[in-house]
């Protein structure tokens, strides 16, 4: 990736990823060839914040049907990482 930019596309806003920040946990949709390390260092370069965790899952893009034909396509694959922040960190959202 070429910079923090890249890697986090946005924040993940749900009553999971909002009961998560309790619990010092922020949920970003990511770029799908990034790997925990580049998360990492992006989350802590644009919030300037520690980070203690990364974790990431995958999720496969939705068939849907295109038009009134029946010939069907895929939304894009995605990533989501739920980033959990050190100790005395401060809020970023």
């Known amino acids: ?11 993940v806003v749900t009553e999971k ?3 998560l920040i309790q619990d010092n ?6 770029h799908p ?5 580049e998360i ?3 989350v802590e370069e644009l919030f300037k ?3 203690a965790k990364v974790n990431v ?3 496969q893009g939705k068939a849907k049907r295109a038009g009134r034909t029946m010939k069907m396509g895929r939304r894009a694959d995605w990533k989501r990482a739920v980033v ?5 960190s401060i809020e970023i959202i």
């Open 1 to 11: 990736m070429n910079s923090a930019y890249d890697v986090i596309i946005a924040p």
């Open 40 to 42: 990492a260092n992006a």
């Open 17 to 19: 990823c909002n009961a």
């Open 33 to 37: 060839a990034a790997g925990r390390i």
């Open 84 to 88: 959990t922040l050190a100790e005395g």
């Open 25 to 30: 946990k922020y949920t970003f949709r990511v």
């Open 49 to 51: 914040v520690k980070v």
């Open 57 to 59: 899952m995958n999720y």
